[in-house]
């Protein structure tokens, strides 16, 4: 968890507590009035997909970790 933290910049709590209706409300609220993006902007990705995807980024990186350990045990 630390390293997605890390590699997102946003503490641990954000994603313990994450809400995605919140967080949808909060870039519509913040970005659509100020003029960065227009009404009928609408995103390319999920981000919860891209957590998703850093998540089996990780787990295939320790698997692989896992098994050299396990091929260096057994010599």
Do not use: Q, W
């Amino acid at each position: 968890m630390e390293e997605v933290t890390k590699v997102l910049k946003v503490p641990v709590e954000a994603i313990k507590s994450f809400d995605e209706e919140k967080a949808i409300n909060f870039i519509n609220n913040t970005f659509n009035h100020s003029g960065l993006f227009n009404r009928d902007c609408t995103l390319n990705f999920n981000p919860v997909d891209k957590i998703v995807e850093l998540y089996g980024r990780m787990i295939k990186e320790k698997e692989a970790i896992i098994e050299e350990l396990r091929k260096m045990a057994s010599k």
